[in-house]
């Protein structure tokens, strides 16, 4: 379902939660080079926040942090 109409409800069900306990914002990461789930989240609304780190575990792999506000 990467990318569909299901993955679509499950970010949006994600969203709804932590706004109803009072979230402020999603935060997730990506990893670099993952451009289909990158733009996948964009379109859901999500943003680079210009944090990135080393993937645990695959020290040759970077993620970079995406938010989305609630």
């Given at each position: 379902?990467?990318?569909g109409p299901a993955a679509t409800?499950?970010?949006a069900a994600v969203a709804d939660r932590a706004r109803a306990r009072g979230g402020r914002r999603v935060?997730?990461?990506v990893?670099?080079?993952n451009d289909r789930a990158r733009r996948f989240y964009e379109r859901?609304?999500?943003v680079?926040?210009?944090r990135t780190q080393v993937v645990p575990g695959r020290v040759s792999d970077l993620e970079v942090?995406?938010?989305l506000a609630l």
């Open positions: 379902h990467r990318g409800l499950l970010v935060l997730l990461d990893v670099i080079g859901c609304g999500f680079p926040t210009g942090q995406m938010a």
